[in-house]
């Protein structure tokens, strides 16, 4: 079996969708993606470290020098938003307060 990007199933509604490659790294692309989602400037965020690593996440997302087995994702939670962080350079923030019903078939996906 041929592993493909990762998917992403989650019950919360997509808010916001953003990409990283080797020009926008992954914690960017997590702040944009906040800030987005907040309708404000990413420099009116709290310190994204406050939240999570952002050393250790960067490091996590560097594919293209270390390949793995199997894709990989990351889910965390900042400021009541979910955010998911997939290798495939895909990032999600989600409101957890707008669930999606669920009907036996993926809610919300990256791929």
Aim: hydrophobic letters at 40%; aromatic letters at 8%.
């Amino acid at each position: 079996m041929t592993a493909g990007p990762p998917r992403i199933y989650c019950r919360c509604t997509p808010v916001v969708d953003r990409r990283f490659d080797d020009d926008t790294s992954p914690t960017v692309a997590v702040a944009e993606a906040l800030a987005a989602a907040e309708g404000v400037d990413p420099t009116d965020l709290e310190p994204l470290n406050d939240a999570i690593d952002c050393t250790a996440l960067d490091w996590l997302f560097e594919w293209r020098e270390r390949p793995t087995p199997a894709p990989r994702v990351l889910s965390f939670a900042v400021d009541g938003w979910n955010v998911f962080v997939g290798d495939d350079g895909s990032v999600r923030v989600c409101d957890p307060d707008q669930v999606v019903e669920w009907a036996g078939a993926p809610l919300a996906v990256i791929d």
